[in-house]
């Protein structure tokens, strides 16, 4: 007896850990009924009234339920909630959490042609260090310690009205809300906008980290399918009419898988549709800057009075850089600042003020301007490859890192992917994409991936298998 009592510690933890340890080990189940207090007395051989205070102290735990007349019972075990129980019947490879997963671990050596960003070597390196060695010298106290305002870096947000004015976007800098980066924005705005259950729709196929962040807001996602000019006009409008959905989030400059444009006819249809249907549209811009020209944009057409727009920096310049940003409506964009406040405090405001001065020296120009002239060769020469070996693009895209491509007849995307996963190759297979599942005879390629000569062979060798 005293050697247990040294290690539970007092009488009363001493029979807590007694129940706790029987609940542990399933010697007593969720509902069972536990032991009488006298019957625990006698058996343990403590007082009742040790008993008691332990059996007072489970249930304010909230492992034990006290039924008045009856006795104790051991408490439902809350299971927490979890992204990847929803859609358990998802293969593994064409899960999007397990898709992230495996873009953001695995070994240091994978080829990640599935990735969705640009390799490190692609990345500006020194403009990061020169800038970050220069707020180090010079930055001052609220750079180097503040929290930040609640709208975020003001010169930073002046900086960004301004390029989108480029892009015809009419926005004011009280109009934009700095965040710490686009998947951030787009998860404040659904906790804005959306309650658990409604109906939100996506292209089909669309990035696949807008499935998992809609699963973790229990939304109903529709799909709607895509056309090289956007979303097929006539479906989405009866997905509007059939399930009522609050919110539509699109890739629309450089879309996200299949590098597709959006065009103007298809954009001034799709909003009249989203008006007659009080339907707000979440436009994620992230892929603005790798354009060579400025595509159609929701939020140039509607003056950002049904669209929000979101933007970010981490694609471009490096993905430990988060700062992202919400272009909206001045009364939404209050709430939301007090939504970003309310669950993860204001901008980073170093990060903010070093996008700021990269914006501003004209470096970050230069450098954009080599990586579209970098990605049009390497998309060249991925198409070609790809054509080589049986695989064929969806569209050839003007701009962008990805390849939307069908494989040969026959060749399952989830069997290849999992393949190629043996050699060290991640793939990214497009059900993944799909919500209805209905890619499963495509893959999405990352241009900027590619540039190892092993892919070829092995691509073909398994295509053929």
């Known amino acids: 007896m005293d050697q247990q009592l040294v290690s539970y510690g007092t009488k009363v933890e001493h029979v807590m850990g007694l129940i706790q340890s029987r609940i542990e080990r399933r010697a007593l189940t969720e509902g069972a009924r536990l032991p009488s207090v006298r019957a ?14 332990a059996y007072e102290r489970l249930v304010a735990e909230g492992t034990i339920q006290a039924r008045p007349g009856s006795g104790f019972y051991v408490a439902p075990l809350l299971t927490p909630f979890a992204i990847a129980d929803i859609e358990p019947n998802r293969e593994r490879e064409a899960d999007p959490i397990w898709a992230l997963r495996q873009s953001l671990s695995g070994r240091p050596d994978a080829l990640k042609l599935g990735g969705g960003w640009l390799p490190e070597s692609w990345l500006p390196q020194d403009l990061l260090r020169k800038g970050l060695r220069h707020l180090a010298r010079h930055g001052d106290a609220e750079t ?30 009280d109009q934009i809300l700095l965040t710490a980066s686009g998947t951030q924005a787009i998860d404040l705005v659904c906790r804005y906008l959306i309650e658990p259950g409604d109906a939100v729709l996506v292209d089909d196929p669309t990035y696949f980290n807008f499935h998992a962040l809609l699963r ?5 996602v529709i799909g709607v399918p895509f056309t090289p000019q956007g979303p097929d006009v006539e479906a989405f409008a009866q997905a509007v009419a059939t399930h009522a959905p609050r919110l539509y989030i699109t890739n629309s400059g450089v879309h996200n898988p299949t590098g597709a444009t959006l065009s103007a006819h298809v954009a001034r249809r799709v909003l009249k549709i989203a008006e007659a249907g009080n339907m707000v549209i979440v436009e994620d811009d992230i892929f603005a800057d790798f354009e060579t020209g400025h595509a159609p ?32 409506r001045s009364d939404w964009i209050a709430g939301l600042a007090d939504l970003r406040m309310a669950t993860g405090m204001p901008e980073n405001t170093l990060c903010a003020e070093l996008v700021h001065q990269i914006l501003t020296d004209g470096s970050y120009r230069r450098h954009m301007e080599h990586i579209r002239i970098r990605l049009a060769d390497a998309r060249g020469q ?22 939307w491509c069908q494989l040969p007849e026959g060749v399952e995307a989830t069997v290849l992917a999992r393949q190629a996963l043996e050699e060290d190759i991640v793939l990214a297979p497009g059900n993944v994409f799909s919500s209805a599942q209905t890619a499963s005879g495509f893959l ?21 298998a």
């Open 40 to 53: 625990m007395a006698e058996s343990s051989g403590f007082s009742k009234s040790t008993v008691v205070e």
């Open 297 to 328: 944009r929701y939020a140039s057409f509607d003056g950002l009075d049904r669209v929000i727009r979101v933007g970010s920096f981490s694609k471009a310049l490096s993905g430990s850089l988060r700062c992202g940003h919400i272009a909206a």
């Open 216 to 220: 973790a807001h229990r939304a109903k």
């Open 444 to 464: 999405r390629f990352n241009v900027a991936m590619m540039s190892d000569p092993r892919i070829d062979a092995t691509l073909a060798r398994l295509c053929a």
């Open 144 to 173: 180097l310690l503040g929290h930040g305002s609640p709208l975020g870096l003001a010169s930073l947000r002046q900086v960004i009205a301004r390029r989108l004015l480029e892009q015809t976007i009419e926005v004011s800098p």
């Open 382 to 403: 991925a198409i070609r490859r790809l054509k080589a070996i049986g695989l064929t693009p969806w569209i050839e895209p003007v701009a962008g890192m990805f390849l």
